[in-house]
Each structure stands twice: as structure tokens, then as C-alpha cells.
């Protein structure tokens, strides 16, 4: 039921993500609902399509069913007073969309989204500013920073949910030691990320309270490869 859900509007798309079971919680629901995708891509024509779209630099907003699956996959992850890591942030729009869970679930909490396009990063703040979230960056309730993904953020770790929006070609040890207890992360990995061949799963990777750590294949997928900022400066072409 994926790829079918677009709409003639942002409401439109979200009703339609609930109607196909991609979207099942409120908490999700209202999220996307209050977060116009249109403020986030280049085409806005082409906003509530169910689909991925380029936003420069060799990067691109996934499709929104994906970004359905990493929220709802996240969600109980997603809790007041914790912080959380949005890797390949983009656009800014998992990060709008994760902001406003954590106001849901009580209003404390930070959201950092790290991106190594630093254009990218000026970018998103932009797009987060014209939806109506210029005060939560001024306040440091969102933080858009430049840096490589593949590292973490270590300086607001450890974080409740860890969402990477590009494939990696591991699981690495250094975002684990990033995720807190009880926490988790939604991550796609492919047998050759860097140079964007083999297949893509999706990993669910969960840490309990007393640190064990488990990770579960969830599904196949297709997503840009997470990779160094001068190789994805090398493919970009305007």
C-alpha cells in the first residue's frame, strides 16, 4: 500500500497514509498533519506525492510512507525529556515532524538534526522557520548542526530515538553508544552503501535498561547512500 497515498493536500496525504495502516497513532497523525511537507521540498507541486523528491546536492526527501514507518517505528522511543538524533536531516522535515511528537509527550526535550551539507543545514533552518518553528530554534529546542552523521552527535548523547535517513553501510558501534537505555534507532544498511550497490534493509535496533542491545531486520528498501560530504559534493550537478 506504499507509494499510494498522495494527495491534493498535506491533510489529504495524511489521511491517506491512515487509511493504507501506515500511519496508526495519533501522536504520528498529529505530527504529520501540523508539518506541511510543501515547506520542505524544491517542487512544491509535487509536495503530497508519496513519493521521494531531490532537494539539491545529491540528497532527497524520502518518500512520506517512509518517513510514516520511522515515526511510527520510533514512537515510544520518542518521550519527554529525551533527546533526539536525526541523521541526513535534510530538509528539516523528520526533524519538524519529531519536534512535534516530543511536544506531544510533554514538551521537554531536544531534537538535533545533523546534515554534512552545510548548504543543506542553512536550508532547513529556512524551511523550519517558515513552518512556524523559528522560536523552538531560537530556544535550542531544534538544533540543525553540520557534521558527519556516520559519528553521532556526541555532545546531546545519550538520545531516546536515533533516526538515519540515508543507507549506511554498518551499524556503527559509535551510534549504539549513542542510544540510551530503553532507546532506539531506525536505520537502513546496505551491503554497499558508499557506493550506492546492494540491497537495503531497514534495522530496528533497540537498547533495554540494563544496556543489552538487539537488532531486528525489518524490510527492503532504496535510499542515497550515507556517505563523506565531498563525495556527495562530486555527484551533485545543478
Known sequence: MAWRSTGATNAELVANMQS????KSSCVAQAFAQTDRAH?????????????SSIGYSATISAPHMHAYAAESLQ????????????GSGSGYTAAIFHRMLEREGGHGKVVGIEHIRELVEQSKRNLK???????LEQGHIQMVCGDGRLGWPEDAPYGAIHVGAAAPNITEALV???DK????????????VLG?????????????QGVVRKRKVMGVMYVPLTDAERQRSLYTI
Request: zero cysteines.
Open 130 to 136: 517558515a513552518d512556524g518553528l523559528a522560536p523552538q
Open 177 to 179: 553508544q549513542q542510544l
Open 76 to 87: 515510544s522511543s520518542i518521550r519527554q525529556g529525551k533527546a533526539v538524533l536525526d541523521i
Open 20 to 23: 493504507a495502516g501506515l500511519i
Open 197 to 209: 550497490r546492494g540491497d537495503q534493509y531497514i534495522w530496528e535496533v533497540e537498547k533495554d535498561e
Open 40 to 52: 520542505y521540498v524544491k517542487e512544491h507541486s509535487r509536495a503530497y506525492e508519496d513519493a521521494p
Open 182 to 193: 530503553g532507546g532506539k534507532m531506525f536505520i537502513p544498511v546496505s551491503e554497499d552503501a
